[in-house]
């Protein structure tokens, strides 16, 4: 081992940093953030809705429950309905 390597072996790492040290104003900064998130956020996603293909799905599941209910076809010759 060099003596350079040693010497950073042997270093002491630098402190953490604490919510003391941080500047007064970082705190009351992020709480204003963090609850303006949580009000925006619920407020953005109120027109958010289905993509319009929930009725091609529910066809399908029927499908899948009447073969597993009755057992009448193979599943690989169910097919989503268009």
């Given at each position: 081992?060099?003596?350079?390597?040693?010497?950073?072996?042997?270093?002491?790492?630098?402190?953490?940093p604490t919510l003391r040290?941080?500047?007064?104003?970082?705190?009351?900064?992020?709480?204003?953030?963090?609850?303006?998130?949580?009000?925006?956020?619920?407020?953005?996603?109120?027109?958010?809705?289905?993509?319009?293909?929930?009725?091609?799905?529910?066809?399908?599941?029927?499908?899948?429950?009447?073969?597993?209910?009755?057992?009448?076809?193979?599943?690989?010759?169910?097919r989503p309905t268009n």
């Amino acid at each position: 081992m060099t003596r350079m390597a040693w010497i950073e072996w042997r270093r002491k790492p630098p402190p953490l940093p604490t919510l003391r040290n941080d500047p007064p104003l970082l705190r009351p900064l992020f709480l204003l953030l963090t609850l303006a998130v949580f009000v925006l956020l619920p407020l953005l996603s109120l027109d958010a809705g289905l993509s319009g293909d929930d009725e091609k799905h529910y066809q399908h599941a029927l499908k899948v429950h009447r073969y597993f209910r009755k057992g009448t076809r193979p599943p690989w010759t169910i097919r989503p309905t268009n």
